[in-house]
Protein backbone atom coordinates (compact mmCIF):
# COMPACT_ATOMS: atom_id res chain seq x y z
CA UNK A 1 0.00 0.00 0.00
CA UNK A 2 1.51 3.18 -0.88
CA UNK A 3 0.65 6.11 0.92
CA UNK A 4 1.47 10.01 -0.38
CA UNK A 5 4.33 11.59 1.38
CA UNK A 6 4.12 14.57 3.70
CA UNK A 7 6.08 17.39 4.13
CA UNK A 8 7.12 18.35 0.65
CA UNK A 9 9.41 21.10 -1.07
CA UNK A 10 10.30 21.00 -4.26
CA UNK A 11 13.12 23.58 -6.09
CA UNK A 12 14.57 23.98 -9.75
CA UNK A 13 18.19 25.64 -10.83
CA UNK A 14 19.45 25.33 -14.20
CA UNK A 15 19.76 21.95 -14.57
CA UNK A 16 19.33 20.41 -11.59
CA UNK A 17 15.92 20.12 -9.28
CA UNK A 18 15.72 19.28 -5.33
CA UNK A 19 12.89 17.58 -4.19
CA UNK A 20 12.94 16.92 -0.12
CA UNK A 21 10.12 14.60 1.02
CA UNK A 22 9.24 12.98 4.28
CA UNK A 23 7.65 9.73 4.17
CA UNK A 24 5.19 8.79 7.65
CA UNK A 25 6.66 5.65 10.08
CA UNK A 26 5.22 2.75 8.56
CA UNK A 27 4.25 4.16 5.24
CA UNK A 28 5.59 3.58 1.88
CA UNK A 29 6.03 6.05 -1.10
CA UNK A 30 6.91 6.61 -4.97
CA UNK A 31 8.61 9.61 -5.70
CA UNK A 32 8.46 10.49 -8.91
CA UNK A 33 11.58 12.77 -10.09
CA UNK A 34 11.86 14.51 -13.89
CA UNK A 35 14.68 14.18 -15.75
CA UNK A 36 14.66 17.71 -17.12
CA UNK A 37 15.38 16.32 -20.72
CA UNK A 38 18.72 15.19 -19.53
CA UNK A 39 19.33 11.89 -21.48
CA UNK A 40 21.65 10.29 -18.52
CA UNK A 41 20.23 12.37 -15.29
CA UNK A 42 22.00 11.32 -12.02
CA UNK A 43 19.77 10.63 -9.09
CA UNK A 44 21.70 11.69 -5.97
CA UNK A 45 20.51 11.32 -2.05
CA UNK A 46 22.51 12.65 0.55
CA UNK A 47 23.54 9.36 1.36
CA UNK A 48 24.94 8.92 -2.38
CA UNK A 49 23.61 7.72 -6.27
CA UNK A 50 20.18 6.26 -6.48
CA UNK A 51 20.09 6.47 -10.62
CA UNK A 52 23.13 6.81 -12.46
CA UNK A 53 23.96 5.10 -16.10
CA UNK A 54 20.40 4.36 -16.53
CA UNK A 55 20.12 1.97 -13.45
CA UNK A 56 19.73 2.19 -10.42
CA UNK A 57 22.16 2.10 -7.55
CA UNK A 58 21.44 0.58 -4.42
CA UNK A 59 23.00 1.06 -0.91
CA UNK A 60 21.11 4.65 0.34
CA UNK A 61 18.97 3.58 3.60
CA UNK A 62 15.30 3.26 3.20
CA UNK A 63 15.38 3.47 -0.98
CA UNK A 64 13.73 0.30 -1.83
CA UNK A 65 14.61 0.72 -6.07
CA UNK A 66 13.82 3.05 -9.10
CA UNK A 67 13.17 3.00 -12.59
CA UNK A 68 12.82 5.59 -15.33
CA UNK A 69 11.38 6.01 -18.57
CA UNK A 70 11.60 8.94 -21.14
CA UNK A 71 10.76 11.97 -18.60
CA UNK A 72 11.43 10.49 -15.21
CA UNK A 73 12.66 8.42 -12.27
CA UNK A 74 10.47 6.67 -10.15
CA UNK A 75 12.19 5.99 -6.48
CA UNK A 76 10.43 3.25 -4.43
CA UNK A 77 11.46 4.67 -0.49
CA UNK A 78 9.96 2.98 3.13
CA UNK A 79 9.46 5.96 5.99
CA UNK A 80 12.25 8.24 6.35
CA UNK A 81 13.22 11.72 5.26
CA UNK A 82 14.52 12.13 1.82
CA UNK A 83 16.66 14.87 -0.22
CA UNK A 84 16.93 14.19 -3.86
CA UNK A 85 19.10 15.86 -6.20
CA UNK A 86 18.28 15.68 -10.10
CA UNK A 87 21.23 16.77 -12.36
Known sequence: ???SASGC?????PAVFTYDVTVPVGSVAEVHLPMMGLKDAMVTEKEG???SGGAYKSGV????GATADASEVV??????HFGFIVS
Open 1 to 3: LAV
Open 9 to 13: NAAAK
Open 49 to 51: PVW
Open 61 to 64: SGVK
Open 75 to 80: VSVGSG
